[in-house]
Nanobody, 114 residues
Framework: QVQLVESGGGSVQAGGSLRLSCAAS????????MAWFRQAPGKEREEVPI????????YYADSVKGQFTISQDNTKNTMYLQMNSLKPEHTAMYYC???????WGPGTQVTVSS
């Protein structure tokens, strides 16, 4: 069965950093386009991923480019999102998913205080 589980969220001060993890089972992350999506409090989940990767090719939304970095550890079958220079506007639930949006994790909460 296909399963995605996020971890690494939490509460941080503005300017801090977090690394989110997405552990996959049932498939190999290196063989799929993988992505991170976010949903701000009281808002709908954004339809365009903030970051995605297939192999070594990566994509970043303009809103996070230069601040967030997507990567994979194939030995652990895990995808990561390194989040630096966090701002209160980054407060959201962050979801791991395949780019085709067929498989989703339950999400992990990130809260950035000013």
């Amino acid at each position: 069965q296909v399963q995605l589980v996020e971890s690494g969220g939490g509460s941080v001060q503005a300017g801090g950093s977090l690394r989110l993890s997405c552990a996959a089972s049932g498939f190999t992350v290196s063989s799929r386009c993988m992505a991170w999506f976010r949903q701000a409090p009281g808002k709908e989940r954004e339809e365009v991923p903030i970051a995605s990767a297939i192999g070594a090719v990566t994509y970043y939304a303009d809103s996070v480019k230069g601040q967030f970095t997507i990567s994979q550890d194939n030995t652990k079958n895990t995808m990561y999102l390194q989040m630096n220079s966090l701002k209160p506007e980054h407060t959201a639930m962050y979801y791991c998913a395949t780019c085709n949006k067929v498989s989703w994790g339950p999400g992990t909460q990130v809260t950035v205080s000013s």
